[in-house]
T-cell receptor, first 114, second 112 residues
Framework: AQSVAQPEDQVNVAEGNPLTVKCTYS??????LFWYVQYPNRGLQFLLK????DNLVKGSYGFEAEFNKSQTSFHLKKPSALVSDSALYFC????????????WGAGTKLIIKP | DTAVSQTPKYLVTQMGNDKSIKCEQN?????MYWYKQDSKKFLKIMFS???????INETVPNRFSPKSPDKAHLNLHINSLELGDSAVYFC???????????FGPGTRLTVL
């Protein structure tokens, strides 16, 4: 079965430190992977996606994600965290067996402390 | 210009009532979606429309019915509202199925 896992409910990082939000997936075929961010009381915003090519994908707001096929992971990263990065982050994978709908992770709350 | 808009932003109503939520996108996308986000922030796909054809209909009660008058609009009608319907409902659109999605601001539905 296709699935996405975000193993951490919450990640706490000090401002200025690097951050990582983890995501692992299980799909048949080549994965299309996405990261979205949700700020409080707002809709989700697309950050970045991996389809093919370079394993390091760069996205909005200085975020990047590293695709690792052998570990079936797609972790979100940022070299230096900002307080304004505090939000809920969702990983998603496209399911080609179900009309290409996105399978969503449960979300990870990222808290950046000053 | 707001890419994906929803109205109303808040909706408070009594159990048993019928209500609608409207969604419009001005991105020229071919696919639109409705999601339900519960109090634990889990996202559940409810419906998607691709070129006005219903593509996905998950295990959603038939009290919920999507209506798409044209490619730019996908409205959600809910009959006989129940307490468990209280949630935030998001509309989204994408150029095609499986592409990155653009979300509306959400409609917070509270059923009393």
């Amino acid at each position: 079965a296709q699935s996405v896992a975000q193993p951490e409910d919450q990640v706490n990082v000090a401002e200025g430190n690097p951050l990582t939000v983890k995501c692992t997936y299980s799909v048949s075929g080549n994965p299309y992977l996405f990261w979205y961010v949700q700020y409080p009381n707002r809709g989700l915003q697309f950050l970045l996606k991996y389809i093919t090519g370079d394993n390091l994908v760069k996205g909005s707001y200085g975020f990047e994600a590293e695709f690792n096929k052998s570990q079936t992971s797609f972790h979100l990263k940022k070299p230096s965290a900002l307080v304004s990065d505090s939000a809920l982050y969702f990983c998603a994978v496209r399911d080609i067996n179900s009309n290409y709908q996105l399978i969503w992770g449960a979300g990870t709350k990222l808290i950046i402390k000053p | 210009d707001t890419a994906v808009s929803q109205t109303p932003k808040y909706l408070v109503t009594q159990m048993g009532n019928d209500k609608s939520i409207k969604c419009e996108q001005n991105l020229g996308h071919d696919t639109m979606y409705w999601y339900k986000q519960d109090s634990k922030k889990f996202l559940k796909i409810m419906f998607s429309y691709n070129n006005k054809e219903l593509i996905i209909n998950e295990t959603v009660p038939n009290r919920f019915s999507p209506k798409s008058p044209d490619k730019a609009h996908l409205n959600l009608h809910i009959n006989s509202l129940e307490l468990g319907d209280s949630a935030v409902y998001f509309c989204a659109s994408s150029q095609d199925l499986g592409e990155e999605q653009f979300f509306g601001p959400g409609t917070r539905l509270t059923v009393l």
